[in-house]
C-alpha cells in the first residue's frame, strides 16, 4: 500500500494527465506474449492470469479476449469462456476466431443452434474457413442426434438413445442436458452404476443441479432402495418445484412402498387373498421398476402357492425372473412349485442355477433331492401299475395285483387280435414286476428311496410273471380260464 502511495505521488507530481496509452498498450501486449508464452507450454492457469492483466490495461482490445476464452476452454470452463468470446465479437464482428470460438463454446454447452449461427458468421467472413465448415457439419449433426434422441425416448429405445447422447457428448462434452438424458436413459436399462457415476459427477459440479437429484434418486428407486429415492426426489423438488419427472417418481415411490408394505403385513397376518390383491395393486403402479415389481412378482407367487394355485405362483416366480435373472429367491420358490406338481426335470434345472450362484449345503441338498425324484419318475411308476396309493399297506398291494394280474393274464385275451394280446402280455409282466418291488419290504424300500433294483441281485431282467401268478394263486394248476361265452371268462381252480 505504501509504495502504491508513493507511486501515486510520484506520478501526480510528474504527471497530472492520465496515464500514456500508448505504455498501457505495450504493457498490455507484453502481458499477452507472456500469456501466449504460458499457453504454448500449457500452462492454462498462468496463461489466464497474463490474458486477464492484458484485458485490465486494455479492456478494448478484441484479441485478449478471444486469447483468454482459449485459454478457459483449455480448461473446460465452457460458460467463462463463452462470454469472453462473446465480447470478443461484441468489439470486433469481423473477429473470424472470436466467432469460432463462441460456436465451440455454445456447441460444447449442448446449444448446437446458436453454434451453428456463429459459425455461418465466421464463414460469411472467411467462406473458405476450414475450420468453420468442420465446426458447422458437427454442430448440424448434433442437431440431428438430438432428433433421434427425442424421438427414441418416446419410443423407449433407450439404448440407442445412449448411443445418440455418446455421439452427441463428443462435440458437446460440457452439456449437462446431454449427460442427464443419458444416465436417465441409462439406469431405464439397470445400468445403475453408471447412471450413478455420470448424476455424481454433475452434482459435483453444481449440486442443486435439480436434474442430477433426480437421477440419482431413480437409480436408487430401480434399485429397490426406495427410502433413499424417496430424500433424493424430495431434495431435487426443493432445487425446482416444478419438476414433472421428480414429482411422479416421488408420489410413484411412496404408493409402491406403502402397498408393499401393506401386502406384506395382510401376509403375515395369513390373509392371503387381500395380499394377493395389494401385490397385484403394486404391480400396477410402475412398470419400469425391474427389481421391485420382481420382488412383488415372487411374493405374489409365494401368496399363490399357499392359496394352493401353483400353477399361477410358477407363473409369477418365471415373471420375476424374467426381470431380474439374477433373483435366487424367485428361482427358489419355482422350483419348490415345480416340485410340488411333480415336474423335476425343471425343478432340476431351477436347482441347478441357484446351486451355481450360490454353492450351500442347504442348495446342494435341494439339488440333490430334486435330481432323486427326477430319477425316480423316469422308472415304471409301480404303485401306479398297481392302481394303488404310495402309501399302500401289504393286503391293499395283494388285493391291487390280485385284480390287475386277473385283468391282463393272456389266457383271458387268447380270443383278441395279436396286437391286443401283445399289449395284455407286456401290462401282465409289469404287473407281476410292480408286485414283486412293492410286496417285497426291501426292494420297496430301494424302489421308494429311488436307489437301483439292478445292485444286490434285484436285476428285474430275470424275473418270470407267470411264476409269481402261479405263486400268488397257489402252484400249477390251481386255476384255468374257462369261457362261459362270448368275451366272458370265469375262473377254474382246481
Given at each position: 500500500m505504501a509504495a502504491t502511495a508513493e507511486c501515486d505521488?510520484?506520478?501526480?507530481?510528474?504527471?497530472?494527465?492520465?496515464?500514456?496509452?500508448?505504455?498501457?498498450?505495450?504493457?498490455?501486449?507484453s502481458f499477452k506474449e507472456q500469456g501466449n508464452a504460458y499457453y504454448a507450454k500449457k500452462d492454462y492457469n498462468e496463461a489466464y492470469n497474463y490474458y486477464t492483466k492484458a484485458i485490465d490495461m486494455c479492456p478494448k482490445n478484441a484479441?485478449?479476449?478471444?486469447?483468454?476464452?482459449?485459454?478457459?476452454?483449455?480448461?473446460?470452463?465452457?460458460?467463462?469462456?463463452?462470454?469472453?468470446?462473446?465480447?470478443?465479437?461484441r468489439l470486433d464482428d469481423s473477429f473470424v476466431r472470436g466467432h469460432l470460438r463462441e460456436g465451440k463454446c455454445h456447441l460444447s454447452l449442448g446449444n448446437a443452434m446458436a453454434a451453428c449461427r456463429s459459425f455461418q458468421r465466421a464463414l460469411e467472413l472467411d467462406h473458405k474457413n476450414a475450420q468453420a465448415q468442420q465446426e458447422f457439419k458437427n454442430a448440424n449433426a448434433v442437431i440431428e442426434y438430438e432428433k433421434i434422441a427425442e424421438t427414441d425416448f418416446e419410443k423407449r429405445d433407450f439404448r440407442k438413445v445412449v448411443f445418440c447422447m455418446d455421439r452427441a457428448l463428443e462435440f458437446a462434452p460440457a452439456c449437462h442436458r446431454f449427460k442427464i438424458l443419458k444416465a436417465e436413459c441409462l439406469a431405464m436399462l439397470g445400468r445403475y452404476p453408471e447412471a450413478q457415476s455420470v448424476a455424481s459427477d454433475i452434482l459435483r459440479m453444481d449440486s442443486t443441479n435439480a436434474d442430477a437429484l433426480y437421477v440419482r434418486g431413480l437409480c436408487l428407486y430401480y434399485e429397490d432402495c426406495i427410502e433413499k429415492a424417496v430424500q433424493f426426489f424430495v431434495q431435487a423438488l426443493r432445487m425446482a418445484p416444478d419438476h414433472e419427472k421428480a414429482c411422479v417418481a416421488c408420489r410413484n415411490a411412496k404408493a409402491l412402498k406403502a402397498k408393499k408394505e401393506d401386502g406384506n403385513k395382510a401376509f403375515k397376518e395369513g390373509n392371503y387373498k387381500l395380499a394377493y390383491e395389494l401385490y397385484t395393486e403394486a404391480l400396477g403402479i410402475d412398470p419400469n421398476n425391474i427389481k421391485t415389481n420382481a420382488k412383488l412378482y415372487c411374493n405374489r407367487g409365494t401368496v399363490n402357492s399357499k392359496l394352493r394355485k401353483l400353477d399361477d405362483a410358477i407363473e409369477d416366480c418365471t415373471s420375476a425372473v424374467k426381470l431380474d435373472d439374477t433373483y435366487i429367491k424367485a428361482y427358489l420358490r419355482r422350483a419348490q412349485c415345480y416340485m410340488d406338481t411333480e415336474q423335476y426335470e425343471e425343478a432340476v434345472r431351477d436347482y441347478e442355477k441357484v446351486y451355481q450362484t450360490e454353492k450351500t449345503k442347504e442348495?446342494?441338498?435341494?439339488?440333490?433331492?430334486?435330481?432323486?425324484?427326477?430319477?425316480?419318475?423316469?422308472?415304471?411308476?409301480?404303485?401306479?401299475?398297481?392302481?394303488?396309493d404310495k402309501n399302500a399297506s401289504e393286503d391293499e398291494i395283494k388285493k391291487a395285483y390280485r385284480k390287475r394280474a386277473l385283468m391282463h393274464h393272456p389266457d383271458r385275451h387268447s380270443g383278441a387280435s395279436a396286437e391286443v394280446q401283445k399289449e395284455e402280455e407286456k401290462k401282465f409282466k409289469e404287473v407281476g414286476e410292480a408286485f414283486t418291488i412293492l410286496s417285497d419290504p426291501k426292494k420297496k424300500t430301494r424302489y421308494d428311496s429311488g436307489q437301483d433294483l439292478d445292485e444286490e441281485g434285484m436285476n428285474m431282467g430275470d424275473f418270470d410273471a407267470n411264476n409269481i401268478f402261479k405263486a400268488f394263486f397257489g402252484g400249477p394248476g390251481g386255476f384255468s380260464f374257462e369261457a362261459s361265452g362270448p368275451g366272458n371268462f370265469f375262473f377254474q381252480f382246481g
Open positions: 505521488v510520484v506520478m501526480a507530481a510528474t504527471e497530472p494527465e492520465l496515464p500514456d496509452e500508448e505504455g498501457a498498450k505495450r504493457e498490455a501486449e484479441s485478449y479476449y478471444g486469447n483468454r476464452a482459449a485459454t478457459l476452454m483449455m480448461l473446460g470452463r465452457f460458460r467463462e469462456a463463452l462470454g469472453d468470446a462473446q465480447q470478443s465479437v442348495h446342494k441338498q435341494l439339488l440333490k433331492n430334486a435330481q432323486m425324484e427326477l430319477k425316480k419318475s423316469q422308472r415304471k411308476d409301480y404303485y401306479k401299475i398297481l392302481g394303488v
